[in-house]
């Protein structure tokens, strides 16, 4: 120091410059100790220097796709996107992305059913002459109305809207309310009781649509939305997996009948009353199913939904935009699933297959015609394996009325063949 104050150096100094400015003092003990330390010190900025040329020389190769991995691609959080993303996902998507996108193509459907006047009870043990009396003044129950919740999607931008059969049926009045707040009246177009499909129209123009998937494209574990208004929550969404497909007579489904399609996807998305006629949609946001129903000892949310193939839906919807009804292909047959000693007895190495129960009608029909018997196991369709009657569903009504299909049976363990035309 220089008059008590320190002296003020052009850049801030090294230790080996310091040491080299004080040579007669190296032999000192202290000198020589800060020495090596600064002789360790250079060599160690030399390394680093070195290591950050080579991490900067990896991460402009990797981004020229000079090299197969980088460091983001093997990072923690890198992972975590791509499996939120999902395969097949666009760049960058997530939940937030496609409920933004999806929410305004989805509708709320409420329902008026008026519930017609029971007769009179006491008519009946009236006093002679006291009957007129009785039916003005003896408390007849006046009409109530029944109101109904449910969901829907936006098919076509002039006002074609899918719901479920079941939300629909019977409605005396049908009001459509979208997502912007908008609402309008709407017809019922069509019914299909068999599919649980509806379609119905409100009077607008420009509206934006849902993009239709490809459901038979999607596996087990992907990631799902389901997109709807349950409970009167008005356009909640709710994200799961797809836990089984062609799920069919697991499933015990009121009103069912022997015409029933029975091939449901299977969801953990949360789904409760009023999600009924919802998108259910992958992370393209598309559409691959039409929300149904649930597994539900309460009648609420318990783990599980199913929805219905949107391949399916849109040939149903399509059917009764244009015709207003759909014809259903049939083979005649009413079949269950195949047991393991149905199996073992037509030597299959595993239980895949559908048994043919009875004909229907029971005196003719075109399997019976041509030749199918009772206890014969269907195992292809036109080439296509039949592995239960969910997949037989599937092929059959991917025909036309009038189509003549090859099915494929063992008989005892006998592969034959016969020509069915369905009606």
Request: one cysteine or more.
């Amino acid at each position: 120091p220089k008059g008590g104050r320190p002296t003020k150096l052009a850049r801030p100094p090294s230790f080996t410059r310091i040491a080299a400015r004080y040579p007669k003092s190296l032999n000192d003990p202290l000198v020589e100790r800060f020495t090596h330390m600064a002789v360790r010190l250079s060599r160690f900025r030399f390394v680093a220097a070195g290591a950050l040329c080579f991490v900067m020389g990896v991460y402009f190769a990797s981004a020229m796709d000079w090299t197969r991995f980088s460091w983001a691609q093997n990072s923690p959080a890198t992972r975590q996107v791509a499996a939120v993303r999902g395969p097949g996902a666009p760049e960058g998507a997530s939940f937030a992305d496609i409920a933004e996108r999806v929410t305004p193509t989805v509708v709320a459907v409420n329902t008026t059913r008026n519930a017609r006047p029971q007769p009179n009870r006491m008519r009946g043990r009236a006093p002679q002459g006291m009957e007129d009396f009785l039916e003005q003044f003896g408390g007849q129950p006046q009409p109530r109305q029944q109101r109904g919740e449910g969901s829907g999607f936006i098919l076509s931008s002039d006002g074609y809207i899918i719901t479920n059969n079941h939300v629909v049926a019977d409605a005396d009045q049908v009001q459509i309310v979208l997502s912007d707040g908008r609402s309008f009246k709407a017809r019922v177009v069509g019914l299909d009781s068999t599919t649980d499909v509806a379609v119905v129209k409100i009077d607008a123009k420009g509206l934006p649509t849902l993009p239709i998937g490809n459901d038979e494209g999607t596996r087990i574990g992907d990631w799902v939305l389901a997109i709807g208004n349950p409970l009167g929550l008005d356009f909640t969404v709710t994200a799961g997996i797809i836990s089984a497909k062609g799920r069919g007579q697991e499933i015990d489904l009121p009103r069912s009948s022997g015409f029933t399609i029975s091939d449901f996807i299977q969801t953990d998305a949360a789904i409760n009353p009023g999600n009924s006629g919802g998108p259910l949609v992958n992370l393209r946001g598309e559409v691959i199913g039409l929300n149904s129903a649930i597994a539900s000892q309460t009648g609420y949310y318990s783990g599980y939904g199913f929805a219905i193939p949107i391949s399916l839906v849109k040939s149903v919807a399509d059917a009764l935009i244009k015709d207003g009804r759909v014809r259903l292909p049939v083979m005649g047959v009413s079949v269950t699933r195949l047991e393991p000693e149905d199996a073992g007895i037509n030597g299959l190495s595993r239980v895949a297959g559908v048994k043919v129960g009875a004909f229907n009608p029971a005196d003719g029909g075109p399997a019976k015609t041509a030749g199918i018997e009772v206890g014969d196991v269907i195992i292809a369709i036109d080439g296509k394996p039949v592995e239960r009657v969910s997949s037989l569903q599937r092929i059959v009504r991917s025909r036309a009325v009038g189509d003549v299909v090859s099915v494929d049976v063992l008989r005892y363990g006998s592969k034959k063949s016969f020509k069915v035309k369905l009606v």
